[in-house]
């Protein structure tokens, strides 16, 4: 599975994020992997956002669960990540991350990563 994530790069604060990863080499819906946005801030560790499996069932780091939206398109075979009322603190390399083990809270060293889109918030 290959991952390529996509966004605005640049982001004012309050606005809504939308962020995309075009997923080939399988199908989101049918090769029973799970897929996760994680981020990492400068400076900062990774940090898990959320899931979504391939039933379409999601799953929310509860730090982010009111913020954070994760959805696909089947047609497309994209996974979707929106996030609202952005904050300087959301600046971070925003990963798309394919998850063969199937956790919906996952081991980091157990996904398979896109390369990464940078987004930075600031007004």
């Known amino acids: 599975v290959q991952l390529r994530e996509s966004g605005p790069g640049l982001a004012k604060p309050s606005q809504t994020l939308s962020l995309t990863c075009a997923v080939s080499g399988g199908s989101i819906t049918t090769n029973y992997v799970y897929y996760a946005w994680v981020r990492q801030p400068p400076g900062k560790g990774l940090e898990w956002m959320g899931t979504?499996?391939?039933?379409?069932?999601?799953n929310y780091s509860p730090s982010l669960k009111s913020r954070a939206s994760i959805s696909r398109d089947n047609a497309k075979n994209t996974v979707y990540l929106q996030m609202n009322n952005l904050k300087p603190e959301d600046t971070a390399i925003y990963y798309c991350?394919?998850?063969?083990?199937?956790?919906?809270?996952?081991?980091?060293?157990?996904?398979?990563w896109g390369q990464g889109t940078q987004v930075t918030v600031s007004s």
């Open positions: 979504l499996t391939y039933s379409g069932y999601t």
């Open positions: 991350a394919a998850d063969p083990f199937q956790c919906t809270v996952p081991t980091m060293d157990e996904l398979f």
